[in-house]
């Protein structure tokens, strides 16, 4: 099967945490990377973070020093920890991975909503 799941979303308060977890096949998570995107109501989607094979990681600006990204290869299975929330971080979190992202040669799992709070 080659499939993505997301789990871990819901309603925060401001100010809190909240771990996503993306479940994904083996073909999928081995390829070459994996990352997280969010899009809100009216807004593009957006790429959030990206972690490869090899352990590096790239962020968003505006999630920069708040949110980690990490993978448990024995798992199959990539983290994102979200801290020090706020309402613009309100948005469906999508998971996906490949070769290549944001290409033809990625996948997409279903996504969580993640709703913060004031």
């Known amino acids: 099967q080659v499939q993505l799941v997301e789990s871990g979303g819901g309603l925060v308060q401001a100010g809190g945490s909240l771990r996503l977890s993306c479940a994904a096949s083996p073909i999928i998570f081995s390829a070459n990377i994996m990352g997280w995107y969010r899009q809100a109501p009216g807004k593009q989607r957006e790429l959030v973070a990206t972690i490869t094979n090899g352990g590096t990681t790239t962020y968003a600006h505006s999630v920069k020093g708040r949110f980690t990204i990490s993978r448990d290869n024995a798992k199959n299975t990539v983290w994102l920890t979200m801290n020090s929330l706020t309402p613009e971080d309100t948005a469906v979190y999508y998971c996906?991975?490949?070769?290549?992202?944001?290409?033809?040669?990625?996948?997409w799992g279903q996504g969580t909503q993640v709703t913060v709070s004031s």
């Open positions: 996906s991975g490949g070769r290549v992202l944001g290409s033809s040669q990625s996948y």
